[in-house]
Nanobody, 126 residues
Framework: QVQLVESGGGLVQAGESLRLSCAAS????????MGWFRQAPGKDREFVAG????????AYADSVKGRFTISRDNAKNSVTLQMNSLKPEDTAVYYC???????????????????WGQGTQVTVSS
């Protein structure tokens, strides 16, 4: 089992950047495919970005492609989400998640993820 703790959220203006971190404990993140999801008020939780177990493959939601970057540091047992050119529509609670899959690819569906962090709030003002 792995425990996930997100950090790095906050209030920024449109066009600015934030870097979210997800620290893992209990097991190494190299055992999992990892993902970032977000949930805005009144909306369903949605996929933002994912990275496979090896770190060799990444995927992004169309709404963040070209602005967000997911990466993993197995030595530090962490995953980060670099968010640039933030927009007001990026405002949400952001969650880090881990999938125990043995498959080699990126995992997109929140239903397959086994472990979740508590979330960190990101607010982007216009």
């Amino acid at each position: 089992q792995v425990q996930l703790v997100e950090s790095g959220g906050g209030l920024v203006q449109a066009g600015e950047s934030l870097r979210l971190s997800c620290a893992a404990s209990g097991r190494t993140v190299s055992s999992y495919a990892m993902g970032w999801f977000r949930q805005a008020p009144g909306k369903d939780r949605e996929f933002v970005a994912g990275i496979n177990r090896s770190g060799g493959s990444t995927a992004y939601a169309d709404s963040v492609k070209g602005r967000f970057t997911i990466s993993r540091d197995n030595a530090k047992n962490s995953v980060t989400l670099q968010m640039n050119s933030l927009k007001p529509e990026d405002t949400a609670v952001y969650y880090c998640a881990a999938d125990r899959t043995t498959l080699p690819g990126v995992r997109y569906s929140l239903k397959t993820y086994d472990y979740w962090g508590q979330g960190t709030q990101v607010t982007v003002s216009s």
